[in-house]
Protein backbone atom coordinates (compact mmCIF):
# COMPACT_ATOMS: atom_id res chain seq x y z
CA UNK A 1 0.00 0.00 0.00
CA UNK A 2 1.90 3.00 -1.45
CA UNK A 3 -1.06 5.34 -0.67
CA UNK A 4 -2.73 7.50 -3.28
CA UNK A 5 -0.65 9.82 -5.26
CA UNK A 6 -1.31 13.27 -6.83
CA UNK A 7 1.05 15.37 -9.20
CA UNK A 8 1.44 18.04 -9.30
CA UNK A 9 1.53 19.02 -5.67
CA UNK A 10 1.35 23.17 -6.74
CA UNK A 11 0.40 24.65 -9.80
CA UNK A 12 0.30 28.11 -10.56
CA UNK A 13 -1.95 29.23 -13.32
CA UNK A 14 -2.81 32.56 -15.48
CA UNK A 15 -6.69 32.80 -15.75
CA UNK A 16 -7.71 31.45 -18.80
CA UNK A 17 -4.81 28.58 -19.02
CA UNK A 18 -6.09 25.02 -19.10
CA UNK A 19 -4.83 22.78 -16.27
CA UNK A 20 -4.89 19.21 -15.57
CA UNK A 21 -4.10 17.32 -12.29
CA UNK A 22 -3.06 13.22 -11.83
CA UNK A 23 -4.37 11.10 -9.50
CA UNK A 24 -2.91 7.40 -8.81
CA UNK A 25 -5.05 5.59 -6.20
CA UNK A 26 -4.10 2.62 -3.91
CA UNK A 27 -3.93 -0.30 -6.52
CA UNK A 28 -6.48 -2.38 -5.43
CA UNK A 29 -9.30 0.69 -4.91
CA UNK A 30 -12.34 0.41 -7.36
CA UNK A 31 -13.40 3.70 -6.51
CA UNK A 32 -11.97 7.15 -7.02
CA UNK A 33 -12.92 10.29 -5.77
CA UNK A 34 -12.17 14.15 -6.51
CA UNK A 35 -13.04 16.96 -3.84
CA UNK A 36 -12.21 20.27 -4.08
CA UNK A 37 -11.27 22.40 -0.48
CA UNK A 38 -11.01 25.79 -0.22
CA UNK A 39 -9.77 27.48 3.18
CA UNK A 40 -12.09 27.32 5.90
CA UNK A 41 -14.31 24.58 4.26
CA UNK A 42 -14.67 20.94 4.17
CA UNK A 43 -14.07 18.71 1.10
CA UNK A 44 -16.34 19.92 -1.66
CA UNK A 45 -17.52 16.47 -3.87
CA UNK A 46 -16.71 16.98 -7.63
CA UNK A 47 -17.00 13.27 -9.01
CA UNK A 48 -16.66 10.06 -8.47
CA UNK A 49 -15.78 6.62 -10.54
CA UNK A 50 -16.16 2.96 -9.63
CA UNK A 51 -13.55 1.35 -12.31
CA UNK A 52 -13.78 3.63 -14.98
CA UNK A 53 -17.32 4.47 -15.49
CA UNK A 54 -17.77 7.63 -13.90
CA UNK A 55 -21.35 7.47 -11.81
CA UNK A 56 -21.95 10.83 -10.10
CA UNK A 57 -20.95 14.11 -10.55
CA UNK A 58 -21.57 17.26 -8.65
CA UNK A 59 -24.41 19.91 -10.00
CA UNK A 60 -21.83 22.40 -8.96
CA UNK A 61 -19.18 21.18 -11.41
CA UNK A 62 -18.94 23.79 -14.78
CA UNK A 63 -18.48 22.30 -17.64
CA UNK A 64 -14.98 23.34 -17.60
CA UNK A 65 -14.21 20.73 -15.44
CA UNK A 66 -13.52 17.25 -16.79
CA UNK A 67 -12.56 14.29 -15.49
CA UNK A 68 -11.16 10.88 -16.65
CA UNK A 69 -10.31 7.17 -15.61
CA UNK A 70 -9.35 5.30 -18.80
CA UNK A 71 -8.30 2.16 -17.55
CA UNK A 72 -9.96 2.01 -14.11
CA UNK A 73 -6.39 2.92 -12.74
CA UNK A 74 -4.97 6.30 -12.56
CA UNK A 75 -7.36 9.55 -12.91
CA UNK A 76 -6.94 13.21 -14.57
CA UNK A 77 -8.86 16.32 -13.76
CA UNK A 78 -8.44 19.14 -16.30
CA UNK A 79 -9.77 22.63 -15.65
CA UNK A 80 -10.28 24.53 -18.77
CA UNK A 81 -9.94 28.29 -19.16
CA UNK A 82 -9.21 28.81 -15.28
CA UNK A 83 -10.76 31.64 -13.22
CA UNK A 84 -9.30 32.78 -10.25
CA UNK A 85 -12.60 31.43 -8.67
CA UNK A 86 -10.76 28.10 -9.27
CA UNK A 87 -7.63 28.46 -6.64
CA UNK A 88 -8.58 25.48 -4.33
CA UNK A 89 -6.73 22.58 -3.29
CA UNK A 90 -7.71 19.61 -5.25
CA UNK A 91 -7.52 16.11 -4.06
CA UNK A 92 -8.18 12.86 -4.82
CA UNK A 93 -9.17 9.77 -2.70
CA UNK A 94 -10.02 6.30 -3.30
CA UNK A 95 -11.69 3.32 -1.44
CA UNK A 96 -12.30 -0.29 -1.96
CA UNK A 97 -15.10 -1.29 0.42
CA UNK A 98 -13.41 0.96 3.46
CA UNK A 99 -13.45 4.70 3.98
CA UNK A 100 -11.89 6.74 2.20
CA UNK A 101 -8.02 7.22 1.52
CA UNK A 102 -6.83 10.86 0.42
CA UNK A 103 -3.64 12.11 -1.29
CA UNK A 104 -2.01 15.06 -0.06
CA UNK A 105 -3.82 17.53 -2.79
CA UNK A 106 -3.03 19.26 -5.58
CA UNK A 107 -2.80 23.57 -4.85
CA UNK A 108 -3.66 25.24 -7.50
CA UNK A 109 -3.36 29.57 -7.30
CA UNK A 110 -5.01 31.02 -10.61
CA UNK A 111 -3.35 34.36 -10.85
CA UNK B 1 -29.74 13.45 0.84
CA UNK B 2 -27.36 13.46 3.38
CA UNK B 3 -25.57 16.64 5.47
CA UNK B 4 -22.82 17.53 8.15
CA UNK B 5 -23.18 20.55 10.96
CA UNK B 6 -19.76 20.51 13.09
CA UNK B 7 -20.81 23.26 15.73
CA UNK B 8 -17.89 25.26 16.52
CA UNK B 9 -15.30 25.95 13.94
CA UNK B 10 -12.42 26.43 16.37
CA UNK B 11 -11.63 24.87 19.75
CA UNK B 12 -9.02 25.32 22.39
CA UNK B 13 -8.09 23.29 24.98
CA UNK B 14 -5.09 23.06 27.65
CA UNK B 15 -2.58 20.39 27.02
CA UNK B 16 -4.15 17.34 29.33
CA UNK B 17 -7.90 18.74 29.03
CA UNK B 18 -10.81 16.80 27.64
CA UNK B 19 -11.42 17.28 23.81
CA UNK B 20 -14.91 17.02 22.25
CA UNK B 21 -15.57 17.76 19.08
CA UNK B 22 -19.09 18.01 17.83
CA UNK B 23 -20.82 16.62 14.96
CA UNK B 24 -24.62 16.10 13.73
CA UNK B 25 -25.35 14.39 10.79
CA UNK B 26 -28.79 13.97 8.55
CA UNK B 27 -28.96 10.95 6.08
CA UNK B 28 -32.11 9.66 4.72
CA UNK B 29 -30.76 6.37 5.01
CA UNK B 30 -28.27 4.45 7.59
CA UNK B 31 -25.34 6.16 8.05
CA UNK B 32 -22.03 5.20 7.71
CA UNK B 33 -19.82 7.81 9.73
CA UNK B 34 -15.97 9.43 9.92
CA UNK B 35 -13.76 11.64 11.60
CA UNK B 36 -10.74 12.60 9.87
CA UNK B 37 -7.69 14.73 10.68
CA UNK B 38 -5.64 17.16 8.91
CA UNK B 39 -2.56 18.86 8.84
CA UNK B 40 -1.58 21.75 6.71
CA UNK B 41 -1.06 21.02 3.23
CA UNK B 42 -2.07 17.54 4.09
CA UNK B 43 -4.75 15.15 2.58
CA UNK B 44 -6.94 14.04 5.33
CA UNK B 45 -6.43 10.78 7.14
CA UNK B 46 -8.60 8.91 8.55
CA UNK B 47 -9.69 8.78 12.55
CA UNK B 48 -12.11 6.84 13.28
CA UNK B 49 -15.15 5.03 11.60
CA UNK B 50 -18.57 3.97 12.64
CA UNK B 51 -20.36 1.35 10.51
CA UNK B 52 -22.60 -1.11 12.17
CA UNK B 53 -22.58 -2.94 15.53
CA UNK B 54 -20.91 -1.22 18.65
CA UNK B 55 -21.36 2.66 18.87
CA UNK B 56 -18.36 3.95 20.60
CA UNK B 57 -15.99 3.34 18.70
CA UNK B 58 -11.96 4.03 19.13
CA UNK B 59 -9.43 5.19 16.69
CA UNK B 60 -6.04 6.22 16.56
CA UNK B 61 -4.20 8.33 19.05
CA UNK B 62 -7.05 7.78 21.64
CA UNK B 63 -9.73 9.31 20.15
CA UNK B 64 -13.15 7.83 20.08
CA UNK B 65 -16.91 8.94 19.17
CA UNK B 66 -20.05 7.61 20.08
CA UNK B 67 -22.81 7.30 17.23
CA UNK B 68 -26.02 8.61 19.20
CA UNK B 69 -28.92 7.77 16.25
CA UNK B 70 -31.85 9.13 18.43
CA UNK B 71 -29.57 12.52 18.71
CA UNK B 72 -28.03 12.26 14.88
CA UNK B 73 -24.83 12.75 16.45
CA UNK B 74 -21.48 11.82 16.22
CA UNK B 75 -19.11 13.38 18.80
CA UNK B 76 -15.34 13.06 18.76
CA UNK B 77 -13.79 13.09 22.01
CA UNK B 78 -10.18 12.38 23.56
CA UNK B 79 -9.81 12.02 27.36
CA UNK B 80 -6.34 14.60 27.36
CA UNK B 81 -4.99 16.89 24.75
CA UNK B 82 -1.48 16.68 23.47
CA UNK B 83 -0.06 19.03 21.57
CA UNK B 84 0.34 17.12 18.71
CA UNK B 85 -3.45 16.93 18.52
CA UNK B 86 -3.58 20.56 16.94
CA UNK B 87 -4.84 20.32 13.52
CA UNK B 88 -8.24 20.22 11.54
CA UNK B 89 -10.80 17.76 12.23
CA UNK B 90 -13.62 16.69 9.75
CA UNK B 91 -16.25 15.20 10.05
CA UNK B 92 -18.16 12.83 7.61
CA UNK B 93 -21.42 10.77 6.50
CA UNK B 94 -22.26 8.36 3.76
CA UNK B 95 -25.16 6.34 3.57
CA UNK B 96 -24.72 3.38 3.11
CA UNK B 97 -25.74 2.90 -0.34
CA UNK B 98 -24.63 5.59 -1.74
CA UNK B 99 -21.02 6.33 -3.25
CA UNK B 100 -19.42 9.34 -2.24
CA UNK B 101 -19.47 11.09 1.48
CA UNK B 102 -20.19 14.29 2.61
CA UNK B 103 -18.12 16.32 4.86
CA UNK B 104 -18.55 18.81 7.34
CA UNK B 105 -17.04 22.46 7.41
CA UNK B 106 -14.36 21.09 10.03
CA UNK B 107 -13.18 22.26 13.61
CA UNK B 108 -9.59 23.77 14.00
CA UNK B 109 -8.46 22.63 17.36
CA UNK B 110 -6.01 24.49 19.08
CA UNK B 111 -4.10 23.23 22.26
CA UNK B 112 -2.02 25.33 24.52
CA UNK B 113 0.48 24.66 26.79
Known amino acids: DTGVSQDPRHKITKRGQNVTFRCDPI?????LYWYRQTLGQGPEFLTY????????KSRLLSDRFSAERPKGSFSTLEIQRTEQGDSAMYLC?????????FGNGTRLTVT | AQSVTQLGSHVSVSEGALVLLRCNYS??????LFWYVQYPNQGLQLLLK??????LVKGINGFEAEFKKSETSFHLTKPSAHMSDAAEYFC???????????FGDGTTLTVKP
Open chain 1, 93 to 101: ASRGGGPLH
Open chain 1, 27 to 31: SEHNR
Open chain 1, 49 to 56: FQNEAQLE
Open chain 2, 27 to 32: SSVPPY
Open chain 2, 50 to 55: YTTGAT
Open chain 2, 92 to 102: AVRGTNAGKST
